[in-house]
Each structure stands twice: as C-alpha cells, then as structure tokens.
C-alpha cells in the first residue's frame, strides 16, 4: 500500500475530486441545462407541423388563397422540422456526454472512498449491497441526468406551449380538452402514496437478493464441499421470492390506478371529448367550425404528454433514493490518517483499556487490556460472539476503539501512518481469498518487488512447490483456470503470501475446519514456519494447538476474564479449563487423536521462559 499522507488542515481528506453528491452533479449542471433547454426548443418545433395544419386550413379555404402566405408556412414548417431534428440530436448528445461524466466522476470518487474507508465499514456492508451502489444506483443516476431532467422539461413545455396557443384559438374548448389532467392527477396521487409508502420494502428486498447472490455464487466452493447445496440454494431461492412477492405486492394496486388513469389520459379518450365538444360548440354557434382542427391535431398531444411527466416523476424519485446511497457511501468517513505520522520502536503490541461497539453505545469490548511482548506467541480464546474477531481487528485498524489506546511499538496505531502500519501488521484470514490472477501474481500482492526465486523459495516452505510444479504453466497458471486448488493448498498459499509480505506482527484466524488430516499437518507446519519469530495474536478455535502459546486471553462477553499460559489456566479451574475439558472429550470421542493433535503448532515457538 502506497505511504498515504495528511491532509491540510481544513481540507476535506483526499484528493481533489468532488466527494459530495452535490459537487459530482453540480459539475455535470451546466450539460444538463443545456441538453434540456435545447430538449425543449425541439419539444416547441415539433409543435409548428400541427399548428401548419391548421393554418393551412385557414388559408386555403379563404375566398382567394394567398401562395405567398401558403408557402411561407411550408417553409417555416421544413425550417421547424430540422431544427426539431437538429435540436433534439443535440440534447440527446450533450445529456449523454453528462452522463458519461457523471459517471465516471461518480465511479471514481466512491472507489476512492472505498479505498480509504474502515474495512469494517466495508464488511459489514457486504459485496452485494456495495455492488448495487457502485452499479445499479450509479445506472439509475445515469437515468437521471440522460433521460428523466431533459424529458420532464419537454414533457411540461411542449404541451404548455401548446395550450396557449389553442387557448388563443378558444380557450373554452381547451379547458374541454384538458379536463383529463385533473382526473389523472387524482389517480397519479393515490398511486404515488401507495408507491412511496412500498419503495423502501421493494429496495430492501433487492438488497436481500443481492447479498443473497453474491453470498450464493461466493460461497459456492464451500458449500458444495460441505455437501450443503440444497440449504444455500434454498436461501437463495427464498430471498427471490421474497422479492418476487414484495414487488408484486407492491405493484398491483398502482397497476390497478396506472390502467385507468392512463386510459384517460389517452388520445382517444381525447378525440372523443374533442369531437363531442367541437361539435356542441359549432352547433351552438360559439365557434367556427374550421377552429376545431387545431384541437383535433393539437389538442390530441394535450393531455399524453402528462404521462411522461409522470413517468420522468418515477426516475427522478428512484434516481433520488439512489443518490441517497451513492450519497452515503461518498460520505464514509475515511479512517482518519495521521497529521504528524510517528513510527514505532520495535513490535510490541499493547492493548490499553480498549473499548470499543460496532454501535458506539453498545460496546463489543470492555475495557480490555493485554501486551504481547515482542516475539511471542498471544492466543484469543472464547466463546463464539465473545469479541475475538472484533479485537484482532481493532490491530491492523478495520476499526478504531471509541476509548483506549491499541500500541503497536510504544505508538498508538492512529498515530502511523496507513501504509506504514500494513508493512508492520499483517493478517491471514479463515477465509482465504484470490485474485483471478496468476499464483505469481497473487503471491506478489504482498511483496510487488520479490523475485521468482523468492516466490519459489516462499511456495516451497509451505509444502507446496511440488504442487506448483505440476501446475501446466507453475506459477504463471491463472488460480480458478488451470490452477485449482484444493481447501488446505489454498490455505498455504495464503500463508505463503503472508511469509512474502514479511510483517513482523501477524494476526491469524486459525481455521476451524480443514479439508482431511493430511492437509491439516501441512497448513500447521505452514503456520509454524510462518508464526516464528514475530508478534502473533492468533484466535484459536482448537485449543490444542495452542498449548504451547506464550500468553492465552480468554474473552468472555467482551472482557478478559483470564490470562495466562495453558497449564496455569488449566490448574485455575476457570472458563478455559471447563472449555479444555470439553474440547479433551470431544476430540477423543471424535477420533482418538487427540494426543497427537496436543502440543501443535505454538507450542515449539516462542520466548518460553
Ligand atoms: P467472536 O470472534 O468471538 O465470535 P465477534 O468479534 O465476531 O466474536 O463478535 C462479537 C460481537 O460483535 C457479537 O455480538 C457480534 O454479533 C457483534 N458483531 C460482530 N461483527 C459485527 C458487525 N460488523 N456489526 C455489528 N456487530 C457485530
């Protein structure tokens, strides 16, 4: 990771692109206008054919047609055509290169603030639900800036337009003719207030069936090993029809309103009232019979234009809710970076009454104070939910404790610099995560500088330069394509890249199932390699390997509520000798075992006293 650097103070952190919704739109503004006044002047031109008809009308039906006055109009109508034509192409054109741009500007800033964000922040939230902001919420802004701003402007002024002119004509008979609109509005209301009291549920269900997606697709691997394809399938299967059924839910009564209210708004439905009118009002003498066409030609266009506007309405609300997300992920407060970064003198890790919740008012972590010398060996043990994952978090900064101080060297970990940091703390997770890259590659994600001897010599302290041998093209064959790796080789390889990398402070998830014994002794020699000589914390989910561990925390509900080495614990009689208890009787019952499984990994290593 690059060294990142303080911002001045007084300066939003980063860089100079726009980080606020409004400053990304506000920059694509002058576009938009544009395209839309240009929009509209192709909305008016588009009215001059009709208006011809009628004036045409007029003139040849005079007692003596005047060819000058006929032709004038058929030339101001072939001018009105092309720059209708003319105007429109360049709305279209000058919407889209806004779009284009909002976009990218879009696209760029949050990538930038997930850069900088907690990877905490970034977990919680999930692949799916971030995907739909960066993808889908980004298209259904593009919608807005292409589509919804210009097309609502001519929806409004062209039929305007076109009422004020007829209304010159006859305004009674235009009232006629607009007497759909209020119906329709009527109907627009009722479906709205249905629709906005649902949008929120349709949203969280897309939400649900995204996680539940990419939860599906990720995990595939996993669940297929263990045999569990039904029971993911069928989590999968049930949030699209919880989806399925909250937007149909959702939809049938607007359906129900949009069908009739549309049907009013109809230029048949028009025609009918239009030609009922036109022909009450030339009986009755209150208009001349040739100032019907106008409204027939015209007045047909009146009303449909309204459904536009209602449908411009739509995708400038969902564009809106969408702004709302991209809005907040812009927002993300980056983790915040040293003004006056410090290093730290040596590898001791010091944890000083940390309090810390993923909701400051309900803390996960109370007050919890531990050191682990340099060169030692620390394990986290606990109850699941007791705090383990939170706390090895809180060393390479996925969060920062609302009180307390996390030292790494004497320096509070806020006060170093991000890229120093990662050169100091490095962590291998359970879940075990490539590129779709070469083995090389995702080796050199650690180390970008190392060699191919490095790589090799790396590959082979975890057992698996053989394996890498066999592979059709070493370590340039591509993970997922020709080189597919089984559960524990992957696990390896992960260790491999830690080794690379180099830190001398390690935070471990000791894995808590592997594939077969077999590749259970291979990643555990790989571990003991990897653990010697540094700084390890390491949340262990079998306690036999860690017998040997120079310190053992025991979390329970967030506080440590015993510390020590595994024989002084044992003798304690407290919570971990219950939980070593348990664990004895269930790996003897499992398989007999357990002897050789004592005793393991962390037991050789470390500054034993
Ligand atoms: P352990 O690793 O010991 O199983 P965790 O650190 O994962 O425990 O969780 C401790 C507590 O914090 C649990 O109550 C868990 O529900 C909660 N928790 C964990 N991760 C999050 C998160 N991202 N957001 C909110 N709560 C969380």
Known sequence: MPEQTA??????????????????????????????????????????????????????????????????IVAVTVAAVVAQFLCHGA???????????????????????????PLGWIAERGAGRLKNTLQDDVEDMHYLVAHAVPDFVVAVSTPLAAAVYLAFVDWRLTLVCLVGIPCYLVGYRAMMRVAGSRMGAIGAAMGRLNSAVVEFVQGIAVVKAFGQTQRAHSRFAAAADDYLETFSSANRPILRIQSVSTGILSPAATLLVVALAGTVFVGQGWTAAIDVVPFLTLGLGLTAPVLAVGLAGNSLRAARQAAGRVGELLAVDPLPEPAAPRSPSGNRVELREVTFGYDADAPVLHEVSAVLPEGTVTALVGPSGAGKSTLAGLLPRFADPQRGQVLLGGVDVRDIAPGELYRHIGFVLQDVRFLRASVADNLRLARPGATDADLAEAVAAVGLRERIDTLPRGLDSLIGEDALLSGGEAQRLSIARALLADTPVLVLDEATAYADPESEATVQRALTRLIAGRTVLVIAHRLGSIVGADNIIVLDQGRVVEQGRHDALVAAGGLYASMWRTYRRHTEDADGRAAGRLGGTYEQIGVTP
């Open 91 to 117: 709305a279209v054109s000058l919407s889209h290169a806004a779009d284009m741009d909002l976009q990218l500007r879009l696209r760029r800033s949050m990538a930038e603030r997930l850069a900088g964000a």
């Open 7 to 72: 911002p001045p103070a007084g300066a939003p952190p980063g860089s100079a692109a726009p980080r606020t919704l409004g400053a990304l739109t506000a920059a694509v503004r002058p576009k938009v206008i544009a395209a839309s006044v240009l929009a509209a002047t192709a909305g008016l031109a588009s009215l001059v054919p009709f208006v011809a008809v009628y004036l045409l009308a007029v003139a040849l039906s005079a007692a003596e047609p005047d060819p000058a006055r006929v032709w004038t």
